[in-house]
């Protein structure tokens, strides 16, 4: 009988871990109180993680940074132990040890291994490359925070329902970049064989061109090559717009998604 109460028992604290730790499984709008701790930790060591990278504020304070960084380090290895713990709870990865498995190699987990890497930051040493390339990881906690908003769960959801169209805009980039360098090499390369004597040179210019930045720093010289600048920079005008319409109407979709999620999930009040 005892036995039987104590499985019971944590059965029921994962159940309410996984309610508390997954945003889909709160059953209140906005996030639950365990949820918003979490946030403030992943502000606060990614802001950590920025000062530390300055030697004036670093230098002397060696010993605070390092107990935020085992504190936060142990915050993050015990949201990750319980997210893998209540992992067999969500219906996305099954239960059992291979839906704890598909949890443990998804990219949300993946990212959350990294965060927490830096627990094991004083293995490494103090060599300046190591430690410069754990400041890097703890500053991608910040992806963490996708999880928690909606609106870059919107925008995940754009991307993802419009990939296709926007592998098609990537690959139509790639032909434009490929074609103005190449006329450019053609065109400009006797002129000005220092940015334009080969194809690879000339790609700088069609980036800056292309994107609309338009450093100036390369110019063609030759009435051709300045016809063909101006087509180039009208052309990039168009390629930028493409993906840009594509991902407004995919993120308007996905928001108009959510709201009526929203609604559906809110309590109904007794008239």
């Not at 987990?109 to 103090?126: E, P, Q, V």
């Not at 074609?179 to 210019?205: C, H, K, N």
């Not at 991902?247 to 008239?271: C, M, V």
Request: with cysteine.
């Amino acid at each position: 009988m005892m036995s039987d109460i104590s499985v019971h028992e944590i059965v029921g604290l994962r159940k309410w871990l996984y309610r508390n730790l997954q945003p889909a499984a709160w059953h209140k709008t906005g996030l639950s109180p365990l949820n918003r701790f979490i946030v403030v930790v992943i502000c606060l060591a990614v802001a950590v993680a920025v000062f530390e990278s300055e030697p004036a504020i670093h230098q002397g304070h060696e010993k605070w940074f390092f107990a935020a960084e085992m504190g936060f380090g142990c915050v993050f290895l015990a949201e990750y132990l319980a997210r893998v713990w209540t992992s067999a709870e969500n219906p996305a990865y099954g239960g059992g040890l291979r839906g704890t498995l598909r949890y443990i190699f998804s990219l949300p987990a993946i990212i959350d291994l990294l965060a927490m890497s830096t627990l094991f930051l004083t293995f490494f040493g103090n060599e300046t490359s190591i430690l410069r390339l754990f400041r890097l990881i703890r500053i991608l906690s910040l992806a963490k925070l996708g999880r928690y908003s909606s609106a870059i769960r919107a925008m995940a959801e754009a991307v993802k329902s419009r990939r296709y169209e926007l592998l098609m805009s990537l690959a139509t980039a790639c032909m434009l970049l490929l074609t103005s360098s190449t006329l450019l090499y053609i065109v400009e390369g006797d002129a000005q064989p220092a940015v334009f004597g080969s194809i690879p040179r000339a790609m700088w210019w069609s980036i800056a061109t292309l994107t609309t930045v338009g450093y100036g720093d390369v110019v063609p010289a030759t009435v051709i090559g300045k016809l063909l600048a101006g087509l180039t920079a009208i052309t990039g005008i168009g390629l930028i717009a493409m993906p840009t319409g594509i991902l407004a109407a995919a993120f308007s979709d996905a928001i108009q998604r959510q709201r009526e999620a929203k609604k559906h999930k809110e309590p109904t009040r007794p008239g």
